[in-house]
């Protein structure tokens, strides 16, 4: 059986270089989605893309953390700054565990409803909701996670275990068996679950070789069903100065997945029965069905 694979660009929005490589991956076949960072300076450039363009399988990246040191946004709620969701300077908190030792659950629902509003008031057809940093799977409100998607009629990023879950690092704490809580709320409302979150390599020293095309096939190998790709191209411009020593990892990616070799081992593994390449439209579709 052939592993579906979700090749997906987060944060989406986070600048204008995010946006114009997530439009030329996507329209070139060589990532199947993406999701969009409403509360980012470069999101409603980002939104307007999406919203002329269906086709691009664009979905909100939940935001509750600003993580750079100089470029920084808040919550786009009317309560986020009353409801524990910003620091002292009046930004979202830079780490995770900081969001969940201040935030207030409700506010932290509010504020993802704001954003996931933004996106459909902008004309968006929302495909799916994830996370930056993995905060949607903080225990204190990832069963609101999940429910949001319910409401919406749209799936969420869930995988079947902490363990599995790219970002994990995020959530150091959080045991399989509070984590099990949400995935039990996503198997009842008949989502698609993931069996693996591989995400970009955040600290791959500069010049180090990047080698997409293994990525893919370990996942092929790894034997899993379902396997979502959290990937993070950009092209040059204002990212070497928001994520200054990590900006080549970012930059390294588009060129990794524009090279030849990445679209000749996509349709290698395709035609063999290998992989089956996926987007979030097509496992709302699949969702959408079950309601």
């Known amino acids: 059986m052939a592993t579906r694979v979700v090749i997906h660009v987060d944060d989406v929005g986070v600048c204008h270089g995010s946006n114009t490589a997530f439009v ?19 999101s409603s450039e980002a939104l307007a893309l999406a919203a002329a363009e269906p086709r691009l399988d664009v979905g909100v990246h939940l935001t509750l953390t600003s993580e750079h040191r100089h470029y920084r946004w808040g919550p786009v709620s009317a309560g986020g700054r009353v409801g524990g969701l910003v620091d002292d300077s009046g930004s979202m908190w830079r780490k995770v565990a900081h969001v969940r030792e201040n935030a207030d659950p409700d506010a932290v629902v509010d504020e993802w409803r704001s954003q996931i509003d933004m996106a459909i008031d902008a004309g968006v057809d929302v495909t799916h909701l994830d996370t930056h940093m993995g905060s949607a799977f903080a225990p204190e409100w990832s069963e609101h996670y999940v429910a949001l998607g319910v409401d919406y009629g749209i799936p969420v990023l869930m995988t079947r275990t902490i363990g599995g879950y790219g970002v994990a690092r995020h959530l150091p704490d959080v045991t399989e068996a509070e984590h099990r809580r949400a995935v039990d709320c996503a198997v009842e409302a008949g989502m698609p679950i993931a069996d693996l979150v591989i995400e970009t ?19 092929v190998d790894s034997g899993k069903e379902l396997v979502f790709l959290a990937l993070h191209p950009c092209h040059p411009g204002e990212i070497e100065s928001i994520d200054p020593g990590r900006s080549h990892v970012r930059t390294d990616e588009v060129m990794a997945l524009m090279h030849p070799s990445w679209s000749s081992t996509l349709a290698e593994l395709g035609t063999s029965g290998l992989v089956e390449v996926v987007g979030m439209a097509d496992l709302r579709a699949t969702f959408s069905a079950g309601l």
């Open 24 to 42: 030329e991956l996507r329209r070139a076949g060589h990532v199947s989605s993406g999701s969009v960072m409403v509360p980012c300076p470069w």
């Open 201 to 219: 390599d955040f600290t791959r020293p500069v010049g180090a070789p990047l080698d997409l095309v293994a990525v893919l096939r370990g996942a």
